[in-house]
């Protein structure tokens, strides 16, 4: 989080500055870090996160975005992808999907009046 920030001031200020400026706050970065972490290749979980949440998002759509966590998980087993659920759920949450909630049911009766509502 802190090498996306460096980067993303990196065209305005330099990398330099932007380091020199974080170093007398408690989030000071080493300067190695921060190069070495746009050479640094992408993590396997990372590049299995990217393709899941692909995946993910295509089960959701194709069952109208009702789908939640568990039945995305479900759909995913019985396609042959083992997954987790927690796993669906954490991607789920960072894609910003979300199962559809179903409504109470419609209050029909009206409690009995105790001692105390009198």
């Excluded at 396609?79 to 987790?84: F, K, L, N």
Aim: with cysteine; hydrophobic share 35%; aromatic share 4%.
């Amino acid at each position: 989080m802190k090498v996306a920030f460096v980067g993303s001031l990196r065209e305005e200020h330099g990398v330099q500055p932007v380091l020199q400026a974080l170093a007398q706050t408690s989030a000071e970065i080493a300067p190695p870090t921060s190069y070495a972490a746009k050479s640094r290749p992408e993590s396997a979980r990372a590049a299995r996160d990217r393709e899941l949440t692909g995946t993910i998002k295509r089960v959701h759509q194709d069952n109208y975005g009702v789908y939640g966590a568990r039945k995305v998980w479900r759909q995913l087993n019985r396609e042959g992808v083992d997954v987790a659920r927690c796993t669906v759920e954490r991607l789920m949450r960072e894609a910003g999907l979300h199962g559809v909630l179903r409504d109470k049911s419609p209050r029909t009766t009206r409690p009995r009046r105790g001692p105390a509502d009198r």
